[in-house]
């Protein structure tokens, strides 16, 4: 039981975002370079484009706005601009955290000997390439796909977030087999390994605190200041849509009410 107590300490890094719930959904992909935003849809085909936050183009044709309107698309394109780089390296960086942490956990606990581990990495591998699918910065270029964003911490969907819990089951089943090892052998052998274990779990618990900590709690104030500004992005947006006709069935932000408390510090 002690050895349990100490893995679900180990990974309460990455559970530290429990309390900023941010449901965000991208009915579209958007690109963004800076000259210009994108708006896709099936098969990579232009909705709308914004040239230089200040011309709409919707399914190629160039929209006339007024003072009002064009107030808004530079606001929402200023955002969009603004917010997109910034989510990819977010995405990017999480997934990375995350990743590292299980991977320190196994390898502390039973090794990169164990039979297990090539599973534990190939799950972890895919969690990886998915978000190198979804959230992409080529050139000077970024892309993001559409999907549900459930939980800002991770910024990761349902399919992402399953392979993310397959590679920490996986890692699970080494340690558990690890722990069921420290019955084998007499009492006092039994004493003597478990309290190696313990030792082993309280300088990795430390060691990941070192270097995961701090970077986990700054992964989660940038995440708490992207849930607040896609929830702005999302109010321009539908001014835009009540406004211009063209864009009345292009809703590509869907965001819904933000637990606004401040990430502990």
Request: charged residues 25%; glycine residues 6%; aromatic residues 6%.
């Given at each position: 039981?002690?050895?349990?107590?100490?893995?679900?300490?180990?990974?309460?890094?990455?559970?530290?975002?429990?309390?900023?719930?941010?449901?965000?959904?991208?009915?579209?992909?958007?690109?963004?370079?800076?000259?210009?935003?994108?708006?896709?849809?099936?098969?990579?085909?232009?909705?709308?484009?914004?040239?230089?936050?200040?011309?709409?183009?919707?399914?190629?044709?160039?929209?006339?706005?007024?003072?009002?309107?064009?107030?808004?698309?530079?606001?929402?394109?200023?955002?969009?601009?603004?917010?997109?780089?910034?989510?990819?390296?977010?995405?990017?960086?999480?997934?990375?955290?995350?990743?590292?942490?299980?991977?320190?956990?196994?390898?502390?606990?039973?090794?990169?000997?164990?039979?297990?581990?090539?599973?534990?990495?190939?799950?972890?591998?895919?969690?990886?390439?998915?978000?190198?699918?979804?959230?992409?910065?080529?050139?000077?270029?970024?892309?993001?796909?559409?999907?549900?964003?459930?939980?800002?911490?991770?910024?990761?969907?349902?399919?992402?977030?399953?392979?993310?819990?397959?590679?920490?089951?996986?890692?699970?089943?080494?340690?558990?087999?690890?722990?069921?090892?420290?019955?084998?052998?007499?009492?006092?052998?039994?004493d003597q390994k478990t309290d190696d274990l313990s030792q082993r779990l309280e300088a990795m618990g430390q060691?990941?605190?070192?270097?995961?900590?701090?970077?986990?709690?700054?992964?989660?104030?940038?995440?708490?200041?992207?849930?607040?500004?896609?929830?702005?992005?999302?109010?321009?947006?539908?001014?835009?849509?009540?406004?211009?006709?063209?864009?009345?069935?292009?809703?590509?932000?869907?965001?819904?009410?933000?637990?606004?408390?401040?990430?502990?510090?």
């Amino acid at each position: 039981m002690r050895a349990l107590l100490f893995i679900v300490c180990l990974i309460s890094p990455l559970t530290s975002f429990a309390d900023l719930k941010c449901d965000i959904d991208l009915k579209y992909g958007v690109v963004v370079n800076d000259r210009q935003i994108r708006i896709v849809g099936d098969q990579s085909r232009t909705m709308y484009q914004i040239n230089d936050t200040n011309q709409l183009i919707v399914l190629g044709d160039v929209i006339e706005l007024n003072p009002q309107q064009l107030a808004e698309l530079h606001d929402f394109s200023s955002g969009i601009h603004y917010v997109v780089p910034k989510m990819i390296i977010l995405a990017t960086e999480g997934v990375e955290l995350a990743v590292e942490t299980v991977e320190n956990v196994y390898q502390g606990l039973v090794g990169a000997d164990n039979t297990n581990y090539e599973k534990v990495q190939s799950s972890l591998q895919r969690v990886q390439d998915r978000i190198k699918k979804k959230f992409i910065h080529a050139d000077e270029n970024f892309y993001i796909g559409p999907g549900r964003l459930e939980n800002v911490n991770d910024l990761v969907d349902e399919e992402i977030e399953e392979q993310l819990e397959k590679a920490f089951n996986t890692s699970l089943g080494g340690v558990l087999s690890t722990i069921g090892g420290l019955t084998e052998g007499g009492s006092e052998e039994t004493d003597q390994k478990t309290d190696d274990l313990s030792q082993r779990l309280e300088a990795m618990g430390q060691e990941l605190e070192r270097q995961v900590g701090s970077k986990a709690q700054y992964l989660r104030k940038k995440a708490h200041w992207f849930c607040k500004k896609m929830n702005h992005l999302d109010q321009i947006e539908e001014g835009l849509r009540a406004s211009i006709p063209q864009l009345k069935e292009i809703n590509v932000i869907t965001t819904s009410k933000i637990n606004a408390k401040e990430p502990t510090k």
